[in-house]
């Protein structure tokens, strides 16, 4: 079945420092990913959306100047979270849609900013 | 505008028993409802989707009720074991577009 591998699952970095998150579809090219930002005991909020080659769209809210999402190959799309602080502590999650149609998710990355 | 509407927050069930979690959608563009099961640290997987064009799905122990014109779904885990505890998703989207996630249920299978 489709696989995405996610790395690091976990990272702890110093505030004002950068962070990169890979995000990589194993057996399927992936048109789309998607990157998630879950908080403890809550849902998956989605940050924003890239398609390969194109620049990402962002949500409502998400700073795209913070949160740097390069989609170069059908397969790797990273997440650099850029000067980050405490309060980008979060769990952030990837998801590819390609393969069968559906959609594949990460295994998630643990970030600690302190 | 939360699009998808999960209860319960929270469902403690005996192993053995039938847990049971319900979504609620407003989009009716919406064409793909899957649900996922997440563990701890760990990313969401895929348990089982649904299309609009049939009322129910089964696979294994965990079937999805589907009633379109209540623009409502639900899952139904039979057998429900200590194992199954974890916190489960629904979602839809429409035509491959972003999915929309529901709040979440901590499902607890007490043996």
């Known amino acids: ?10 990272v702890i ?17 992936a048109t789309t990913m998607f990157w998630y930002r879950q908080f403890p005991k809550q849902s998956l909020m989605l940050m924003a959306t890239s398609n390969e080659g194109s620049k990402a769209t962002y949500e409502q809210g998400v700073e795209k100047d913070k949160f740097l999402i390069n989609h170069a190959s059908l397969t790797l799309s990273t997440l650099t979270v850029t000067s ?9 999650i990837c998801s590819a849609r390609g ?5 594949t998710f990460g295994s998630g990355t643990r970030l600690t900013v302190v | 505008q939360q699009q998808v509407k999960q209860s ?7 192993k053995g028993g039938i847990s049971i979690i319900n979504c609620a959608y407003e989009n009716t563009a919406f064409d793909y409802f899957p649900w996922y099961q997440q563990f701890p640290g760990k990313g969401p997987a895929l348990l089982i989707a649904i299309r609009p064009d049939v009322s129910e799905k089964k ?3 965990f079937t999805i ?7 409502q779904f639900s899952l139904h885990i039979m057998d429900s074991q200590p194992g199954d505890s974890a916190t489960y998703f629904c979602a839809a989207s ?3 577009n972003m999915l929309t996630f529901g709040g979440g249920t901590r499902l607890m299978v007490k043996p």
Do not use: M, W
């Open chain 1, 1 to 10: 079945g489709a696989v995405v591998s996610q790395h690091p699952s976990r």
């Open chain 1, 13 to 29: 970095c110093k505030s004002g420092t950068s962070v990169k998150i890979e995000c990589r579809s194993l057996d399927f090219q």
């Open chain 1, 84 to 92: 980050a602080h405490p309060e980008d502590s979060s769990f952030y």
């Open chain 1, 99 to 103: 393969g069968a149609g559906g959609y």
């Open chain 2, 8 to 14: 319960p927050q929270s469902l403690i069930v005996q």
């Open chain 2, 59 to 61: 696979e294994g122990r």
């Open chain 2, 65 to 71: 009720s589907f009633n379109k014109s209540a623009k």
């Open chain 2, 94 to 96: 429409n035509a491959g």
